[in-house]
C-alpha cells in the first residue's frame, strides 16, 4: 500500500498563491499518471489536474491557466502551483494516481480556502 501525504494548503486571498505537495511514502513507480483531486463542500470531488509519466498535463476548465501540475519523481512527490486563486477554489485537495488505484491509500487532504 502506498500511503498519500498532501500539505501546503492555507487560507489566501483571492488573486493570491499557494503551493501544494503531495508525498508518497512508498516508491511510487513512474508508469502512473498522477492527478490533484478537489472536494468543495456538498460537493462530489473531482479531478483538476493530472500528469503523465512523460509530464504531459491536463486541466479541468475552470483552472486552465492558473494552476500547474509537476512531479519528481525521483522524490515520489507531485505539486500542484495554483495561481490567481479565487473563492470557488475553495476546497480539500487530495493527490492520486488517476484513475484511483486499490492500493493508493487517500490522504487526509489539505484545505484551501480563499477568502479576503
Known amino acids: 500500500q502506498v500511503q498519500l501525504v498532501e500539505s501546503g494548503g492555507g487560507l489566501v486571498q483571492p488573486g493570491g498563491s499557494l503551493r501544494l505537495s503531495c508525498a508518497a511514502s512508498?516508491?511510487?513507480?513512474?508508469?502512473?499518471?498522477l492527478g490533484w483531486y478537489r472536494q468543495a463542500p456538498g460537493k462530489q470531488r473531482e479531478l483538476v489536474a493530472h500528469i503523465t509519466t512523460g509530464g504531459s498535463a491536463d486541466y479541468v476548465d475552470s483552472v486552465k491557466g492558473r494552476f500547474t501540475i509537476s512531479r519528481d519523481n525521483d522524490r515520489n512527490t507531485v505539486y500542484l502551483q495554483m495561481n490567481d486563486v479565487n473563492p470557488e477554489d475553495t476546497a480539500i485537495y487530495f493527490c492520486n494516481t488517476n484513475p484511483p488505484y486499490p492500493n493508493f491509500n487517500w490522504g487526509q487532504g489539505t484545505q484551501v480556502t480563499v477568502s479576503s
Open positions: 512508498g516508491r511510487v513507480s513512474p508508469v502512473y499518471r
